[in-house]
């Protein structure tokens, strides 16, 4: 089975082409404006400015499902009125044009009830599963061992971007995509009960990490994070490649390796500072 993937241009949204098309989105939180009002910041709901948005992709496109890759909600532990408001309006109005799969997130907690019961609408497992050869999961969680049989791994949950600083300290701040592979050793030692420890690293399923959908969450600067600064245990154990990975900008622009992105004095964290000079008497 072919497997293609096309990145949405100027848009946070991945299709995936393969015996169906699957149109890709993450992190949309949804109520994360009750979240902003409690703390001091009012503006109004932008939920309908989403959903219009991704009706917009599936005119344009014509996927046969959409997949909802983590914390379609934005407020934990509890579920906020805007949430039980917004969320199923959400989920029946992406069902009347295509399928819907949705992959909790970490803050996904309690979606079920907020799921109308449709079977056109799927829950899958927090730790991912797989569809039409492409594995999917939130990445707030290791994924289960049934994924890393995959060829192509799709995750979220760290709203990559590139910060560039000039040096006035000037600092812009760009979405991008991140594709990149798997150390087969950090996972093999994990997931050692279950065999992995024998797979090599020629097997190691490629991985791309969905940008956020919604901009007013933020996001992490990969150019200037290392392992312990990036969400998730797969993350943050080392089991991804950060260095060699590859870096796409919305617009299609490639940056190249992450690793030579952190040489530019452009992309440096502090690269607006400078020192101060000590005049001697």
């Not at 497997?3 to 098309?21: C, G, N, Q, R, Y």
């Not at 150390?183 to 030692?189: A, K, S, Y």
């Not at 060699?244 to 440096?268: F, W």
Request: charged letters at 25%; a negative charge.
């Amino acid at each position: 089975m072919t497997i293609e993937f096309e990145p949405l241009i100027d848009e946070p949204a991945l299709l995936v082409k393969s015996a169906t098309t699957s149109l890709v989105v993450a992190d949309i939180h949804l109520g994360i404006e009750w979240d902003l009002y409690r703390s001091g910041i009012s503006i109004p709901s932008r939920m309908k400015y989403g959903l219009e948005r991704i009706i917009g992709y599936i005119k344009s496109r014509s996927p046969d499902r959409v997949i909802l890759l983590g914390d379609l909600k934005h407020n934990v532990p509890q579920i906020s009125w805007q949430e039980r408001d917004e969320i199923p309006y959400f989920l029946e109005s992406l069902a009347e044009h295509a399928r819907i799969d949705i992959f909790p997130g970490n803050h996904d907690g309690g979606i079920e009830h907020l799921v109308p019961r449709r079977p056109d609408i799927t829950i899958h497992p927090v730790r991912g599963s797989v569809i039409e050869g492409v594995a999917y999961f939130h990445g707030h969680t290791w994924p289960d061992p049934s994924l890393l049989s995959a060829q192509y791994i799709v995750t979220a949950h760290n709203h990559p971007t590139i910060r560039f600083t000039d040096s006035l300290g000037y600092s812009v701040t760009e979405q991008s995509w991140i594709r990149t592979r798997l150390n087969m050793d950090v996972l093999g030692e994990h997931f050692r009960d279950k065999g992995m420890q024998e797979r090599k690293v020629k097997d190691s399923p490629e991985l791309i990490i969905v940008p956020s959908f919604n901009e007013l969450c933020g996001g992490v600067a990969f150019n200037e994070s290392l392992h312990d600064d990036l969400l998730g245990p797969m993350f943050s154990s080392g089991a991804v490649d950060i260095d060699n990975a590859q870096v796409y900008l919305l617009d299609g622009t490639c940056l190249g390796a992450l690793k030579n992105i952190r040489r530019l004095e452009e992309s440096r964290p502090g690269a607006g500072k400078r020192k101060r000079k000590v005049s001697r008497k």
